[in-house]
């Protein structure tokens, strides 16, 4: 049987060697002097002789081999010990064995069902993704026809208010060409009643030349208001022409909006069903979650197992 190195008067030696010499020490220290040992030995000595050191402090006239005697019991309590700690170790390493064994079945089994969830959670991806570049390429329709429908919306917008501002200035053409006449007529009509006291007053000389004077005045005047009638007549059917195109502008921009309406319905009714058809992959996606749950599982028990073998 080899000889035992790290004896409890050896370690209790090298330590008030060590301390005596009044530098910082450790149980490396310790294990130099001695020349070798384990430190599950030496540690529980140490301990001990730090115990004992104020006993020694208050009672120095206390034999040195009574200490000793503490010591190798305190040596023998921890060989004790450590021999009850081997044997339950052998009994949970075998225990740990069996359960090893049995994990590792489980785990097999688990590593299955891994690789099926992991090629259906890839078919799941895969189609995922394909319909995700169709709602993208759905999208980017939808915002080109957005955007044709805001630039048809700016241009209804501008011909309203082009149709507008022509009926205003056709209706301020219009009341200003009314008062003009109006003026004209009145106008008229004040130099008629005007010429006709003039002529009243000189009836009774030039009775004949004033009927006809007054009567070429009606004539040229008739044919003024005739000329001026017709006149305002022309650039009002002109106005009304204007009008009547800017309205049939209007209305085919209405129909393209319509259309554009239409359009973009049917867009919504295909993004709602994919939204739906992804709405029904997420529900199936939820065996990735169990295949989280089952790979948490597996890391876990694969801890389990490190730690118990540390």
């Not at 190195?5 to 301390?19: G, H, N, S, Y």
């Not at 075998?94 to 891994?114: C, H, M, P």
């Not at 129909?255 to 867009?267: G, I, P, T």
């Not at 990735?288 to 089952?294: H, Q, R, S, V, Y």
Request: with cysteine; proline share 2%; net charge negative.
């Amino acid at each position: 049987m080899a000889k035992k190195i790290a004896t409890a008067e050896a370690v209790f030696r090298a330590c008030e060697e060590l301390d005596a010499a009044g530098s910082p020490w450790n149980r490396d220290d310790v294990r130099y002097r001695v020349g070798g040992g384990g430190f599950n030995v030496i540690d529980p000595l140490i301990q001990a002789w730090r115990r004992l050191k104020p006993v020694k402090a208050i009672a120095p006239s206390a034999p040195t081999e009574l200490l000793h005697l503490i010591a190798a019991s305190v040596e023998q309590h921890f060989t004790d010990y450590i021999k009850q700690m081997s044997e339950n170790a052998e009994a949970r390493e075998k225990a740990f064995d069996r359960a090893s064994t049995d994990l590792s079945e489980v785990i097999e089994t688990l590593n299955g069902q891994v690789s099926s969830l992991t090629q259906a959670q890839q078919e799941n991806d895969a189609h995922i993704e394909r319909l995700m570049d169709q709602k993208a390429d759905i999208l980017e329709d939808l915002n080109t026809l957005k955007a044709q429908y805001s630039a048809l919306q700016d241009e209804k917008d501008k011909l309203q208010g082009q149709v507008h501002r022509l009926e205003q200035h056709a209706e301020a053409q219009s009341k200003d060409h009314e008062h003009k006449h109006n003026t004209l007529l009145d106008k008229h009509r004040a130099d008629l009643r005007e010429r006709e006291a003039k002529h009243k007053q000189e009836l009774a000389q030039q009775n004949q030349a004033s009927r006809e004077a007054q009567e070429a005045s009606e004539n040229r005047l008739m044919r003024l208001l005739d000329q001026e009638r017709r006149e305002h007549k022309v650039q009002v059917s002109a106005k009304h022409k204007d009008i009547q195109a800017l309205k049939e502008q209007v209305q085919d921009q209405q129909q393209q909006l319509l259309d554009l309406h239409k359009a973009l319905a049917q867009k919504d009714e295909k993004i709602s069903a994919l939204a739906a058809e992804k709405q029904a992959l997420l529900q199936d996606g939820r065996q990735t979650d169990t295949l989280a749950e089952i790979q948490a599982a597996i890391k876990g028990l694969q801890k389990q197992i490190s730690a118990e073998t540390s």
